[in-house]
């Protein structure tokens, strides 16, 4: 049974730093596409960021220059370094893994976690 748990969510200053880890069991990820969504509430889910197998990482325009994705070594485990985080940025955030390449669309995703609270007070 495939599986992908966050952890590190919680409630952060803006301008602080926070870390996310994704662990993903359950099947081999070594040639899938992971990363990360984000949905604040009334609104839709959203892409954030996503890593390949081969380590091309992707980003949407409003967390570029202050989040970073990277993956372990053994390609099991993501992360998501958040820093300078701002009121904007309050979601619930979930990891996910995709056969192939990245895609921004959540519909095109295979499997997903089930989310970690980000609060950034202001």
């Known amino acids: 049974q495939v599986q992908l748990v966050e952890t590190g969510g919680g409630l952060v200053q803006a301008g602080g730093s926070l870390r996310l880890s994704c662990a993903a069991s359950?099947?081999?990820?070594?040639?899938?596409?992971m990363g990360w969504f984000r949905q604040a509430p009334g609104k839709e889910r959203e892409f954030v960021a996503a890593i390949t197998w081969s380590g091309s990482t992707v980003y949407q325009d409003p967390v570029k220059g202050r989040f970073t994705i990277s993956r372990g070594n053994a390609k099991r485990t993501i992360y998501l370094q958040m820093n300078s985080p701002k009121p904007e940025d309050t979601a619930v955030y979930s990891c996910?893994?995709?056969?192939?390449?990245?895609?921004?669309?959540?519909?095109?995703?295979?499997?997903w976690g089930q989310g970690t609270q980000v609060t950034v007070s202001s």
């Open positions: 996910a893994a995709r056969s192939g390449l990245n895609s921004r669309n959540s519909n095109a995703w295979n499997y």
């Open positions: 359950g099947r081999s990820f070594s040639d899938y596409t």
